[in-house]
């Protein structure tokens, strides 16, 4: 164990690093930066890959919300590396297969030091498994290892761009932040969109309809056509799909502010009072990324075996895994039903794929919650021994890690299975419908808008009282 530290805090040496700022900058000047990170971010994501040819299929199209990534550009990995290694570690400290004590701030600095390592490894593994596995098409070898430099290059600078925001520099977290814009991103363009869009295939072209939905409405209000915007095809934004995407915003949003206020007093400062918060959403979303992920990788792995392993396509048992279309659409087998329904048209034409669907989507995040809450540090025993250590205790019972863990399991236990079900049924549901930038984008944009809006009245009320802000993050 000595010698993996020995490891990690040498080649932690010889990584490139963002400096933390000698002073604290302004909220402005953080604005500034976070500014700056968006552009180079937005700017990446519409520069196309050197030497990639257009019109690959997409085995990633329903992953690309969650890793902030644009199919062939220099953000085709998006943020999967950052987020990839993050869990990794999160997954071994939590499970105690590595044992830091991230109190002590050389070993939270060694688990810093640790996921950045892991990240590097983590970006060339996926960028050499895209080029070799297919999912950038058929490539010559040239053009293989030009893109394979072009998704490090991309990739280590995105790493760079979050540790920009994270030490200070910006606001928040690079990861939340480009997650952010690629979900407004997609919203903005399903409302607001004036361009015409084919309403057929490649092979069976249709007349060219408009794509935004505000547009679309006020061209079938001046032709006198307002009722053909209520439904339109599955490509299309319709009234309908514009009014969910609204209501399950507001649903979010009323849900987030749901929690249990457990009372605690301390035991240091005679007279304090306050509350510990356990939300509804107590795992917050890495259950439906979770999901999302182990989806994404089944299909994968499945075009890989369809792609580049001809020999086994009349493999028996290879029908159960999936079967495609000539579009690269799945159209029967496990990879189907665990993919979303493409809007309505679909949902209402096969309501078997529907119903899996969401049973699939709610059940892997019920029991992803459960894993996360073991194996993140949230469980009743690990939170008693957080409030042990922060010397507060609940009113009513003895002061011990015991008494707090059982008062706690009356709360996290099932706070956690509802959390998990209501996580797993909002998106998949939404799913069915087409809503804006899906179900999980909408998920993770309205949680991500919330956190930042927290942020920013606490930074706000800093510049203003730190003193005052002090006190308010201790209640």
């Known amino acids: 164990m000595a010698s993996l530290r020995d490891f990690v805090k040498t080649a932690a040496t010889v990584l490139p690093e963002i400096p933390k700022p000698e002073r604290k900058p302004s909220l402005n000047e953080r604005f500034i930066w976070t500014g700056l990170a968006l552009i180079v971010y937005l700017v990446m994501s519409i520069t196309p890959l050197y030497q990639f040819g257009a019109g690959k299929q997409d085995p990633f199209q329903f992953l690309r919300i969650i890793f902030a990534s644009t199919q062939g550009t220099l953000m085709e990995l998006g943020i999967g590396p950052i987020v990839t290694s993050g869990l990794i570690l999160q997954l071994l400290q939590g499970s105690e297969i590595i044992k830091l004590d991230m109190g002590n701030p050389e070993d939270r600095s060694l688990f810093g030091s640790a996921t950045k390592l892991l990240t590097f490894f983590v970006i060339a593994a996926e960028s050499g498994a895209y080029i070799v596995g297919g999912a950038l098409g058929s490539l010559a070898p040239t053009q293989g290892v030009v893109i394979f430099v072009q998704l490090f290059l991309a990739s280590v600078v995105v790493l760079l761009l979050d540790e920009l925001i994270q030490k200070g520099w910006g606001i928040g977290s690079g990861v939340s932040l480009f997650i952010l814009a690629g979900v407004a991103q997609t919203v903005m363009w399903y409302t607001l969109s004036p361009f015409p ?24 209000a001046f032709a006198g056509n307002l009722g053909d915007i209520v439904v339109r095809g599955f490509k299309f934004p319709s009234l309908l799909t514009f009014v969910l995407t609204l209501v399950m915003i507001l649903v979010l949003i009323y849900i987030e502010g749901i929690r249990v206020e457990l009372p605690i007093t301390s035991i240091k400062y005679r007279g304090f009072q306050g509350v510990y918060p356990i939300k509804l959403l107590y795992v917050s979303n890495i259950p439906v990324i979770l999901v999302s992920a182990l989806g994404a990788n089944i299909a994968f792995f499945s075009k890989l075996l369809y792609g580049n392993l001809g020999a086994f396509a009349n493999f028996p048992y290879l029908k159960y895994l999936a079967q495609y279309d000539s579009q690269g659409n799945a159209v029967s087998g496990l990879v189907y039903y665990i993919s979303p329904p493409r809007g309505l048209d679909h949902t209402l034409g096969d309501p078997i794929h529907s119903v899996v669907y969401v049973l699939y989507l709610v059940t892997l995040a019920v029991l992803f919650a459960r894993i996360w809450v073991e194996i993140g540090g949230l469980n009743p025993k690990a939170v008693a021994k957080n409030l042990m250590g922060a010397d507060v205790q609940v009113p009513g019972f003895r002061r011990s890690g015991l008494s707090i863990e059982q008062v706690l399991n009356r709360y996290i236990p099932p706070i956690t299975i509802i959390g998990g079900i209501i996580i797993g049924l909002i998106p998949s549901v939404s799913h069915l419908f087409g809503v804006f ?17 927290q942020m920013l009245v606490k930074e706000q009320i800093e510049e203003v009282s730190p003193r005052l802000a002090g006190i308010l993050g201790q209640a």
């Open 197 to 220: 869009v084919n309403t057929g295939t490649s092979q069976s072209p249709g007349p060219a309809e408009i794509f935004g939905f505000i547009p679309a409405l006020i061209s079938s």
């Open 437 to 453: 930038g899906s179900g999980i984008g909408i998920l993770l944009m309205v949680d991500i808008v919330l956190q930042y809006y």
